[in-house]
């Protein structure tokens, strides 16, 4: 092979590297880059909620909407999303270290509706560790209407499930800059992870002017093209998730009967 070749070669070798770099850095990330072990084993867990940045006690009810982005024609379609700790649990079933565990969680209810139509009805199995306060995900069921009319269960599992295993949605005690962790560990189906990316931020949403919030940003492993910031302040929780914003915090009982189904 001449010089020439061999040059051609390595400089499209070169070329094919750095592009890929470019398209897929997200793709360049060790999984093992985020925490994936947690001491379950070493939790009581509890129903009801004392973080302080994510509350899981029943009846809190949390309100957002991209109104003022759709108004101004910045938004394409008007985005609401309703979050409510129900007045529910549900027992999860799993080993960890090969010893069978039960934890009793919450149940969380996620709506979203695009232009009035709701499109997405999820319920996440939450519940927080009492000595820690770090609440964990023990699974979830979704629901999702497509532009056809199909309803999916895409992105729906449970701990103990496939070798699905709890993942940590919110940590307590200090909010420390730089931390990784999966949020959801269940192989080929959810693997949504958190890092926390700002702290000590003064926010002004809808709802009313917040001191003191974080910010994490979430990826997942299943595609590296998806990113999503969250900002979460103390004593109220999640204010902006992406072009959402808290309109309305509210608490009080909401039974099942009072929920609207996709069906």
């Known amino acids: ?17 750095l592009i890929w770099g470019q398209m897929t850095p997200l793709a360049q990330e060790d999984q093992n880059e985020f925490t994936s072990v947690f001491p379950i ?20 009810q949390m309100q957002y909407n991209n109104r003022e982005c759709f108004q101004a024609g910045e938004c394409d379609v008007l985005r609401e999303v309703t979050i409510t700790m129900l007045d529910e649990t549900r027992n999860i079933n799993f080993l960890t270290d090969d010893q069978p565990v039960t934890v009793d969680t919450r149940v969380v209810l996620k709506q979203v509706t695009l232009n009035g139509r709701l499109v997405e009805s999820a319920r996440s199995f939450l519940a927080e560790c009492q000595d820690t306060q770090d609440v964990y995900q023990f699974g979830k ?3 999702i209407l497509t532009d056809d009319g199909r309803v999916t269960t895409e992105g729906s599992w449970l701990a103990g499930v496939d070798e699905a295993l709890p993942g ?15 949020q959801e560990l269940a192989p080929e189906v959810a693997l949504n992870r958190a890092e ?8 002004e949403v809808p709802a009313g002017t917040f001191e003191g919030c974080v910010e994490v940003r979430e990826t997942t492993g299943l595609d590296t093209m998806q990113v999503s910031t969250k900002t979460y302040c103390p004593g109220t929780g999640l204010v902006i998730d992406d072009d959402v914003d808290l309109i309305e915090a509210t608490g009080g009982s909401v039974v099942d009967d009072e929920i609207e189904t996709i069906f």
């Open 41 to 60: 084993q070493d939790c009581v867990f509890v129903t009801q909620g004392t973080n302080d940045f994510f509350n899981i006690s029943p009846g809190r």
């Open 168 to 182: 940590l949605i919110f940590p307590g005690g200090a909010f420390l800059l730089g931390s990784r962790y999966f």
């Open 141 to 143: 069921t979704v629901q």
């Open 196 to 203: 926390h990316v700002a702290l000590g931020l003064d926010v």
């Open 1 to 17: 092979m001449n010089s020439k070749v061999t040059t051609l070669l390595v400089g499209s070798l070169i070329l094919v590297l």
